[in-house]
């Protein structure tokens, strides 16, 4: 789980009735399992179950010497597929759709198929600057990295260094070019499960999408750290009108 795409909806019915018309459904490229989720009842807890081609799965995580000692290790054991699966939430509270992967054509496909299967449309969120600037001003610690679009002929500006918030050339561009801010980084203002809050959490205006990571590794964080997450973007762009859990 580094990254997170979040998608936006209209209206679902009830988490029973959710899960009851996503759970064992079956596609060409894949399968659903769905539940109600025992930490919250606005929210459904849906896994997107499929089988990667062994060979593309170890060259993605080892080097092209020691793939191809693993993958051929594997196929003479007769494994060629490997099981993966795709963490989704649906919360009712903050008509959000959590897909916990990156932008990609893997997300589109459990995009199409959950849309298809629960007959409504789910739109990837936005944020505008201003968004972006209430979201570190109240509910972070400290603005680590800012990204800026189309300032000086350059399409994309990176300002990085502790306590950015306060950064000269940070507060000039953004009085200079006030909706040009699409990206920041920050250290989050929310309740941690274990005292841990030294990650950083990168949120992408233009993509909807939000990046966990400590030390520059991308790191797991427990879901109730993630929904806290959620809320409080849901409650910036009018989703929902409280960030109480």
């Not at 539940?35 to 060259?59: A, G, H, L, M, R």
Request: hydrophobic share 35%; charged share 25%; proline share 2%.
């Amino acid at each position: 789980m580094s990254t997170i795409s979040i998608f936006s909806f209209d209206n679902l019915s009830t988490t029973l009735e959710i899960a009851r018309k996503l759970n064992g459904k079956k596609s060409k490229e894949g399968w659903i399992t769905a539940k109600p989720s025992k930490y919250s009842n606005t929210e459904v807890f849906i896994q997107y179950w499929y089988y990667e081609d062994v060979e593309e799965y170890i060259k993605k995580t080892f080097s092209e010497d020691d793939s191809w000692e693993i993958v051929s290790f594997l196929k003479q054991n007769g494994k060629t597929k490997v099981l993966k699966r795709i963490y989704c939430f649906i919360n009712l509270l903050t008509k959000t759709l959590e897909i916990y992967r990156g932008q990609d054509e893997k997300t589109n496909e459990v995009l199409s198929f959950l849309e298809q299967l629960l007959n409504t449309k789910f739109a990837p969120i936005s944020l505008k600057s201003e968004d972006l600037k209430k979201i570190y001003s109240e509910h972070g610690v400290e603005l680590k990295q800012v990204i800026f679009k189309n300032i000086n002929g350059l399409i994309y500006e990176i300002l990085r260094g502790q306590q950015l918030e306060h950064n000269e050339k940070y507060l000039e561009y953004l009085q200079q070019f006030p909706d040009s801010l699409r990206i920041i980084s920050i250290r989050p203002k929310i309740k941690f499960l274990n005292s841990y809050n030294k990650y950083q959490v990168t949120i992408n205006g233009d993509k909807g999408t939000v990046r966990l990571s400590s030390n520059g590794i991308f790191s797991w964080r427990p879901r109730y750290e993630i929904r806290q997450l959620i809320f409080l973007i849901a409650s910036v762009i009018g989703l929902l009108k409280s960030t109480t859990i």
